[in-house]
């Protein structure tokens, strides 16, 4: 069982930054790929990053590409999504979510609000 709980989210203007946290319960949290996915108003949930369990291979949607980083630190049980160049698109509920290396998505964070202001 893995318990995430997402922080960092809130207003900024366009062109400015915010850094999301997903704080993770659980020993083999180290184990886990993790991901970041976001939900806009009247839209499916899409799929924003994922990093592997070590830390070492990283991918992004193409609309975040070289904005957006991901990155982990296992000894804190944390995921990290650096936000730069934020767009008012951006504009989502943010959420964090974990796999094994096989399997699907399962244990969900409860999400944090991004408004990104024009």
């Known amino acids: 069982q893995v318990q995430l709980v997402e922080s960092g989210g809130g207003l900024v203007q366009a062109g400015g930054s915010l850094r999301l946290s997903c704080a993770a319960s659980?020993?083999?949290?180290?184990?886990?790929?993790v991901g970041w996915f976001r939900q806009a108003p009247g839209k499916e949930r899409e799929f924003v990053a994922a990093?592997?369990?070590?830390?070492?291979?990283?991918s992004y949607a193409d609309s975040v590409k070289g904005r957006f980083t991901i990155s982990r630190d296992n000894a804190k049980n944390t995921v990290y999504l650096q936000m730069n160049s934020l767009k008012p698109e951006d504009t989502a509920v943010y959420y964090c979510?974990?796999?094994?290396?096989?399997?699907?998505?399962?244990?969900w964070g409860q999400g944090t609000q991004v408004t990104v202001s024009s």
């Open positions: 659980g020993r083999a949290f180290s184990t886990y790929h």
């Open positions: 979510a974990t796999r094994t290396v096989v399997g699907p998505y399962n244990y």
């Open positions: 990093i592997n369990w070590s830390g070492g291979s990283t």
